[in-house]
């Protein structure tokens, strides 16, 4: 374990001791506990597994681990660790959103897929800034626009001054609002004068006319590739490839947990 993991490990310990300070001694330590809640979300397995496995040694019945995740996903543990970082306002982030299929969710908490209508599941939306930190998540049925998310994202966080998305964001009303509020939006627009389609009566089907990106536009989208590998370091987590969760704020506390242990290795202080 590296010195920065150690101190946001330890960072997280303190908030945990905080909020159960009152209840009654635990038979094993906290330590242990969250080092096996670790495991799970990295390697995947099942809660159950716990009990059968050679390669993790627990010190007590799968039960014990489980509550205690439960415990700390109904306080929003992970959640207030992550709103702790000082952080000054970033002058550039990068939105974007990714999907993730259901396997055993509640169905009220899921739908059906923007892109594959076959499968259920839900979005997760956020931003990173340059140094890789991921900001707090949103999560939402999967069948939200992506153009949808981007206000309640920003509500929960800390509002840029450039805020750069793919062609899921174009929207004039939202860049005249976010403009207003001091945040510049900026996208790849589409070119629809390209159409070589024809409708009945001869004229092309797209006629809308958008400015092209300027040149400094055109260097602020090829660093758009820092929030993809936000989205491909959090699916490195196993247990975040499907919803195995019942219930939806189990696997939400998984995610605030990944994204912590992804900020782990960016080195911002606490408040």
């Known amino acids: 374990?590296?010195?920065?993991?150690?101190?946001?490990?330890?960072?997280?310990?303190?908030?945990?001791?905080?909020n159960f300070k009152n209840s009654r001694r635990h038979k094993l330590s906290i330590t242990h506990k969250l080092n096996v809640i670790e495991y799970v979300l990295r390697q995947g397995i099942s809660w159950v597994s716990l009990n059968k496995s050679s390669t993790y040694k627990t010190r007590g019945d799968e039960s014990t681990y489980r509550k205690f995740f439960y415990k700390l996903c109904e306080t929003e543990i992970f959640k207030t660790a992550i709103n702790n970082f000082i952080i000054t306002i970033p002058k550039q982030v990068y939105i974007d959103t990714t999907i993730i299929l259901n396997k055993s969710c509640r169905k009220t908490d899921v739908d059906y897929c923007s892109k594959d209508k076959k499968h259920k599941g839900i979005?997760?939306?956020?931003?990173?800034?340059?140094?890789?930190f991921v900001y707090l998540p949103v999560i939402s049925k999967a069948n939200v626009h992506d153009i949808k998310l981007l206000e309640p994202t920003l509500e929960i966080n800390i509002k840029p001054i450039c805020l750069v998305g793919d062609k899921g964001y174009i929207s004039s009303a939202i860049k005249t609002k976010l403009k207003?509020?001091?945040?510049?939006?900026?996208?790849?627009?589409?070119?629809?004068?390209?159409?070589?389609k024809l409708s009945k009566d001869g004229k092309k089907k797209h006629n809308k006319t958008y400015n092209k990106n300027t040149d400094e536009d055109k260097t602020k989208l090829k660093k758009r590739h820092l929030v993809e590998n936000i989205f491909a370091s959090l699916k490195q987590f196993r247990r975040l490839g499907y919803i195995y969760e019942r219930n939806i704020n189990y696997f939400r506390?998984?995610?605030?947990?990944?994204?912590?242990?992804?900020?782990?290795?960016?080195?911002?202080?606490?408040?």
């Open 180 to 196: 207003n509020y001091g945040t510049e939006l900026v996208y790849p627009y589409r070119n629809y004068n390209k159409s070589t």
């Open 1 to 18: 374990m590296s010195k920065k993991h150690q101190k946001y490990r330890r960072h997280l310990l303190n908030l945990i001791c905080q």
């Open 253 to 271: 506390g998984f995610v605030y947990l990944a994204c912590y242990l992804i900020n782990s290795n960016v080195g911002y202080n606490f408040s």
């Open 123 to 132: 979005k997760i939306s956020t931003y990173c800034d340059d140094k890789r």
